[in-house]
């Protein structure tokens, strides 16, 4: 962020990364040519629109992972038809943790 004299934010020294941009298009290239020769993706996300992320992204397999904390029993549905695992009321992070470890075994 670039702030003026009195301290107020008066834009951006590059693109902010939004929920309507959180995807490959907002990498820069130095951070996107780590990603040569990885073909499994874990998302993570706590909207729908979080499931986009990974478009323009080439990969064999992708474990997206939802976080619904509010309006759970109404939106429930909707985030099990876009998300394989939906974690509820903000549990931490413990079943990414242990889905890690077990990959890395």
Not at 3 to 10: K, L, W
């Amino acid at each position: 962020m670039k702030f003026d004299a009195d301290e107020v934010c008066i834009g951006f020294e590059n693109d902010p990364i939004h929920v309507f941009n959180k995807g490959e298009s907002a990498l820069h290239p130095e951070h996107l040519s780590k990603l040569d020769g990885r073909c499994n993706v874990i998302l993570l996300g706590d909207h729908i629109g979080d499931t986009k992320m990974s478009d323009g992204l080439e990969h064999d397999t992708i474990l997206r992972i939802g976080f619904l904390n509010v309006n759970v029993d109404d939106r429930k549905a909707e985030y099990m038809d876009k998300f394989d695992i939906v974690l509820t009321n903000d549990p931490g992070m413990d079943v990414i943790i242990g889905i890690l470890q077990r990959l890395h075994k």
